[in-house]
């Protein structure tokens, strides 16, 4: 592979990364829609698990199973799928339970900033002065869209239990993503999406049977159903695929940035699709946000190489 074709592949992943934070924006409209007709942790294990369904499929069809480097690294595997997938999604909507969504969202909105510094304690993933105001400037931007720009909102907010279970979801995360970049070496991106995503998968359906629900799925409407393939399609196979290659080719830190944006898409597409409307703290929240992403993300050294010709 020569160089043009090193930076182009390089490009082709920033671009790529940017449907993840449009598919999982729009997960939250769909999810919250679905929640109301089944209960947490049957809509994620159906997510999941017809996830999974196509995963295997789309793998068996590439023939990308390789038994002996799964044998090999189950451990690590199975690490990613009890906190990538079943972790996650448990705390989440645990902590949910018991708080209210703004401070979800704030809490949540830690994810890039505490996989950032696990990718560079742990992993010797390169800190700069530009990843810090890029982090910086997403974490503010993220705090003015999701409080409104209110200080009374920020003043008054208090926070319980719930909180300290969304704080588990954050650590999840975190593992997932950092112990993903030593786990997946060597491995293709969709064989570890789809291993961890049915095992995961697995979990949340015993967690399901404790919750109770599944007598409900007979009166699922067809709008949850359409739901429930957007969210296994896009916003699990795509964007885990994606995520995933994400994190091996420009590492945790940077792959991380682009969560930043979830909130973001989120509210765009509650404007366009349920007729919110946008404040002008939206439109300053955006911009900062956006901005501090492409600051995190950027790397002037390569702008530098490209230049002058030298590899970099």
């Not at 996830?51 to 390789?66: E, H, N, Q, S, V």
Request: contains cysteine.
């Amino acid at each position: 592979m020569n160089n043009k074709e090193k930076a182009e592949r390089g490009t082709s992943i920033y671009l790529l990364l940017l449907l993840v934070p449009l598919f999982w924006g729009g997960a939250f409209g769909a999810g919250k829609h679905v929640l109301t007709e089944i209960p947490p942790f049957l809509t994620a294990t159906l997510r999941f698990g017809l996830a999974g369904l196509i995963l295997i499929a789309w793998l068996t069809y590439k023939k990308g199973w390789d038994l002996q480097l799964l044998k090999a690294r189950w451990k690590g595997m199975l690490l990613l799928a009890v906190t990538g997938i079943f972790g996650y999604n448990a705390f989440f909507f645990f902590g949910l339970q018991f708080t209210s969504a703004t401070n979800g969202s704030l809490v949540v909105a830690m994810n890039p900033v505490s996989t950032t510094l696990a990718a560079v304690i742990f992993l010797g993933e390169a800190w700069s002065r530009r990843l810090g105001i890029g982090m910086t400037l997403s974490l503010i931007g993220l705090l003015v869209v999701i409080t409104g720009g209110s200080f009374e909102t920020v003043r008054s907010m208090s926070f319980n239990a719930g909180d300290l279970l969304l704080l588990g979801s954050v650590v999840s995360w975190s593992i997932y993503s950092t112990v993903g970049k030593v786990v997946m070496r060597g491995m293709s991106s969709l064989l570890v999406t789809t291993v961890t995503t049915v095992a995961g998968a697995f979990g949340l359906f015993i967690g399901s049977l404790f919750e109770g629900g599944w007598d409900r799925l007979s009166n699922l409407s067809v709008q949850s159903g359409f739901e429930l393939v957007y969210m296994a399609v896009f916003a699990t196979v795509i964007a885990f695929v994606i995520w995933n290659l994400g994190i091996q080719r420009i590492g945790a830190s940077k792959t991380s940035a682009y969560v930043n944006l979830v909130p973001i898409c989120a509210t765009t597409i509650a404007v366009l699709l349920y007729g919110e409307q946008v404040t002008w703290a939206h439109g300053i929240g955006v911009v900062l946000t956006i901005s501090g992403v492409l600051l995190s993300t950027s790397d002037p050294s390569k702008r530098i190489g490209a230049k002058s010709g030298v590899r970099v």
